[in-house]
């Protein structure tokens, strides 16, 4: 079979423009870095996430973005939330 479609050395590694952020020195950073991990754990691809922003999951740092978007996903009406998105959303604020 061609290497072409073997994944064994796919690691962690961010597709470049997958998940877009400003600048690491932007003030918006830590926020779009919060949500770039929630939707990739949402989509199981949380190594993708963490490589993109620099942040591991659960960052202290990040608590109050992801408290901020968990806050407005939770307050869509309940037949346009996306329950998975919530669930990731808790698991990192530890809130299983």
């Known amino acids: 079979m061609s290497r072409a479609f073997v994944k064994e050395d796919a690691g962690d590694v961010a597709v470049p423009g997958r998940y877009p952020l ?3 020195d932007d003030p918006g950073y830590d926020a779009a870095a919060a949500r770039v991990l929630l ?3 949402r989509d199981a691809d949380t190594g993708s996430g963490e490589a993109a922003t620099g942040y591991r999951w659960g960052e202290e740092r990040l608590h109050r973005h992801v408290r901020r978007i968990l806050a407005q996903a939770e307050a869509l009406p ?3 939330q996306d329950r998975r998105f ?3 959303a808790r698991r990192f604020l530890g809130q299983y």
Do not use: F, K, S, Y
């Open 78 to 80: 309940e037949d346009e």
């Open 39 to 41: 939707e990739a754990a």
């Open 86 to 88: 919530i669930r990731v």
């Open 22 to 24: 400003p600048p690491r």
